[in-house]
Nanobody
Framework: VQLLESGGGSVQAGGSLRLACAVS????????MAWFRQLPGKEREGVAN???????TYADFVKGRLTISRDNAKNILYLQMGSLKPEDTGTYFC??????????????????????WGQGTQVTVSS
């Protein structure tokens, strides 16, 4: 089983990035899939998730700037990020929940409930 993130990088404030998470060894469409982030000096926090019915939920701080999606045919999870701010700088991780995990609402995912993680991709937003 492997989750491989890509798409991170450095952008100026107001810019956009699209993160991708290529999933192998499990079927992403059958699970709650999520994006987390870890800001410098902070704990890992949920950003967005999508359940097996393709229903997304987002953390409050997203405020319409980010969109999670999943290509079930390609087994890839995406996070489209727009209107980026310097405070979005951090490492972004995708994660797969175990079969049967119900996605939390409002981005209130607990990292401990997810059993498969990618290595993370760095996002740096400069002012």
């Amino acid at each position: 089983v492997q989750l491989l993130e890509s798409g991170g990088g450095s952008v100026q404030a107001g810019g956009s990035l699209r993160l991708a998470c290529a999933v192998s060894g499990l079927t992403a469409s059958r699970r709650c899939m999520a994006w987390f982030r870890q800001l410098p000096g902070k704990e890992r926090e949920g950003v967005a998730n999508v359940d097996m019915y393709d229903n997304p939920t987002y953390a409050d701080f997203v405020k319409g700037r980010l969109t999670i999606s999943r290509d079930n045919a390609k087994n890839i999870l995406y996070l489209q990020m727009g209107s980026l701010k310097p405070e979005d700088t951090g490492t972004y991780f995708c994660a797969a929940g175990p079969l049967g995990l119900t996605c939390s609402s409002g981005g209130k995912d607990q990292p401990s409930l997810y059993n498969t993680w990618g290595q993370g991709t760095q996002v740096t937003v400069s002012s």
